[in-house]
């Protein structure tokens, strides 16, 4: 007899049961107005269900395979079929991680500009005066279901023209994230930023910071999954590109609470991240992914608040701040997994509200001023506990 595999579409009433054997199955069809009919062999009948059946995002397991005869040869009359079976549940799982790529990339420039550069009246210096510094954030992303690190490293410097301040930075990214079914993600990236900050009303102590950036990033993907029981992973390395711009309003201290003063700030932010098409290797389900393209835009409003610590040249530092997405959905992840069947996955809810907090210290240090805090936020779309550290020389 033939040893064969079942496609998607094939009745399983064609499969060759023996009278020792009792098969039962859920075999997937056909896709209609967003339900999948499928038939059902409990051993005795089929039983179509070509209505009201399970919907294309729910979790529900289903046989996969392909009608293809794959040794031609004589088997003893005891011998049985192999066949190659893969769950819903389990693909879906799989197919969906790999949209870590896109949002590590997020993840990465949203540090670059909510990290690094969440405090950019700590760059202001006087007009005439240039600064350099060097910078670096580096925490755990283990919001909602993420697991893993994201990082940043910076080099900047500015002048003070009188009328605005011109800051210039170059720096790099990193975010590692575990995929499930032992699957993996590093990402790495480039980026440079410009801004400028100017006052509304010095009087008053308003200023205005605008800034633009580009992001780019290599990612290497292993998408793990389970055949037939056993673990496999299938690789790729997608580009990304970014691109954002920023705009904020900082009212330097607006009020004092005895020695603590008070800058309440606003801050909207939006970025467009594209990740480039792509087709993996290796493993027994290697999949193509469609070019996926998200874009997220954020309003955040808070305050910080410096405390001289008498006697040591040094402030207690602390930031309170409110986040708000806009967008509610990423994109879907699309593509094919090859040979096999197309798939169009939802790509998820974002966490849309959420708040941060940091705690640390700033002050002078040697030729220049230092800065350290131990930041986190509740939930969301960003790292849920970081270290932001840099020094800075003025000239």
Same mark, same amino acid.
């Given at each position: 007899?033939?040893?064969?595999?079942?496609?998607?579409?094939?009745?399983?009433?064609?499969?060759?049961?023996?009278?020792?054997?009792?098969?039962?199955?859920?075999?997937?069809?056909?896709?209609? $107005?967003?339900?999948?009919?499928?038939?059902?062999? $409990?051993?005795?009948?089929?039983?179509?269900?070509?209505?009201?059946?399970?919907?294309?995002?729910?979790?529900? #397991?289903?046989?996969?395979?392909?009608?293809?005869?794959?040794?031609?040869?004589? &088997?003893?009359?005891?011998? +049985?079929?192999?066949?190659?079976?893969?769950?819903?549940?389990?693909?879906?799982?799989?197919?969906?991680?790999?949209?870590?790529?896109?949002?590590?990339?997020?993840?990465?420039?949203?540090? &670059?500009?909510?990290? #690094?550069?969440?405090?950019?009246?700590?760059?202001?210096?006087?007009?005439?005066? +240039?600064?350099?510094?060097?910078?670096?954030?580096?925490?755990?992303?283990?919001?909602?279901?993420?697991?893993?690190?994201?990082? &940043?490293?910076?080099?900047?410097?500015?002048?003070?023209?009188?009328?605005?301040?011109?800051?210039?930075?170059?720096?790099?990214?990193? =975010?590692?994230?575990?995929?499930?079914?032992?699957?993996?993600?590093?990402?790495?990236?480039?980026?440079?930023?410009?801004?400028?900050?100017?006052?509304?009303? +010095?009087?008053?102590?308003?200023? =205005?910071?605008?800034?633009?950036?580009?992001?780019?990033?290599?990612?290497?993907?292993?998408?793990?999954?389970?055949?037939?029981? $056993?673990?496999?992973?299938?690789?790729?390395?997608?580009?990304?590109?970014?691109?954002?711009?920023?705009?904020?309003?900082?009212?330097?201290?607006?009020?004092?609470? +005895?020695?603590?003063?008070?800058?309440?700030?606003?801050?909207?932010?939006?970025?467009?991240?594209?990740?480039?098409?792509?087709?993996?290797?290796?493993?027994?389900?290697?999949?193509?992914?469609?070019?996926?393209?998200?874009?997220?835009?954020?309003?955040?409003?808070?305050?910080?608040?410096?405390?001289?610590?008498?006697?040591?040249?040094?402030?207690?530092?602390?930031?309170?701040?409110?986040?708000?997405?806009?967008?509610?959905?990423?994109?879907?992840?699309?593509?094919?997994?090859?040979?096999?069947?197309?798939?169009?996955?939802?790509?998820?809810?974002?966490?849309?509200?959420?708040?941060?907090?940091?705690?640390?210290?700033?002050?002078?240090?040697?030729?220049?001023?230092?800065? &350290?805090?131990?930041?986190?936020?509740?939930?969301?779309?960003?790292?849920?506990?970081?270290?932001?550290?840099?020094?800075?020389?003025?000239?």
């Amino acid at each position: 007899m033939d040893l064969v595999r079942y496609d998607l579409g094939d009745y399983f009433d064609n499969y060759p049961a023996s009278s020792e054997t009792t098969v039962s199955a859920l075999t997937a069809y056909d896709i209609s $107005n967003g339900y999948v009919s499928i038939s059902y062999w $409990n051993g005795t009948e089929l039983i179509d269900c070509p209505e009201n059946c399970p919907r294309v995002s729910d979790l529900y #397991a289903y046989i996969i395979g392909s009608r293809t005869v794959l040794v031609l040869v004589d &088997l003893p009359p005891d011998s +049985k079929p192999e066949l190659v079976l893969l769950t819903l549940a389990d693909i879906q799982a799989s197919l969906l991680s790999t949209s870590a790529g896109i949002q590590s990339s997020l993840s990465s420039v949203s540090t &670059l500009v909510n990290g #690094a550069h969440s405090r950019p009246m700590s760059r202001w210096v006087a007009p005439g005066q +240039k600064t350099f510094w060097v910078a670096g954030d580096w925490g755990n992303d283990n919001n909602g279901s993420r697991d893993g690190t994201t990082g &940043l490293a910076e080099l900047g410097a500015g002048y003070n023209f009188g009328s605005a301040q011109i800051n210039f930075s170059l720096g790099k990214t990193w =975010a590692d994230q575990d995929l499930v079914h032992s699957g993996d993600l590093d990402v790495d990236g480039q980026y440079v930023m410009v801004e400028s900050i100017f006052p509304v009303s +010095k009087l008053n102590g308003v200023y =205005a910071t605008l800034g633009a950036y580009r992001h780019w990033a290599d990612a290497d993907i292993q998408r793990g999954y389970l055949n037939m029981g $056993n673990p496999e992973t299938s690789s790729s390395s997608p580009d990304s590109r970014s691109w954002g711009v920023r705009g904020r309003l900082d009212w330097e201290n607006a009020f004092a609470v +005895k020695s603590a003063r008070f800058s309440p700030y606003v801050d909207l932010w939006y970025t467009e991240t594209k990740l480039d098409s792509y087709t993996e290797s290796g493993g027994s389900f290697p999949a193509r992914f469609d070019r996926r393209e998200d874009d997220v835009s954020e309003l955040r409003f808070g305050t910080n608040m410096a405390l001289p610590i008498k006697e040591t040249g040094f402030d207690f530092i602390a930031n309170l701040e409110a986040a708000r997405r806009f967008e509610g959905n990423a994109e879907n992840t699309t593509g094919e997994v090859i040979g096999l069947f197309p798939f169009d996955v939802d790509g998820g809810e974002y966490d849309r509200n959420w708040l941060k907090g940091g705690v640390g210290v700033e002050g002078n240090l040697g030729n220049g001023k230092v800065s &350290l805090m131990v930041n986190g936020t509740t939930e969301g779309e960003f790292m849920s506990s970081w270290v932001a550290a840099s020094y800075q020389l003025e000239f």
